[in-house]
């Protein structure tokens, strides 16, 4: 079983930065794709980027440009920074891991609110 531990959400103005990072902890033997998505109210779940274990990167057209996805292997953490924030990027973000090539885990969520 993984775990994993997100932060970096909250509340900022238009045209703001946040940092989400999230940790895998647990019984892993090797992590593969790891990703961020996102809801927001009243829509599907979509994706917002992600980044295989080779660093190869792919991003929704909505946030190419404005958000980068990256990893530290060694921590077994990936993170999204974001910038030029808008208010349709509210929504709860959550992280994705893809492990020992067949399992998948998903983080609680944290909430990115952006205020007009």
């Known amino acids: 079983q993984v775990q994993l531990a997100e932060s970096g959400g909250g509340l900022v103005q238009a045209g703001g930065s946040l940092r989400l990072s999230c940790a895998a902890s647990?019984?892993?033997?090797?992590?593969?794709?790891m990703a961020w998505y996102r809801q927001a109210p009243g829509k599907q779940r979509e994706l917002v980027a992600d980044i295989t274990n080779s660093d190869s990167t792919n991003y929704a057209d909505s946030v190419k440009g404005r958000f980068t996805i990256s990893r530290d292997n060694a921590k077994n953490t990936v993170y999204l920074e974001m910038n030029s924030l808008k208010p349709e990027d509210t929504a709860v973000y959550y992280c994705f891991v893809r492990y020992d090539v067949i399992w998948n885990s998903w983080g609680q969520g944290t909430r990115v609110t952006v205020s007009s």
């Open positions: 647990g019984s892993i033997f090797s992590i593969n794709t």
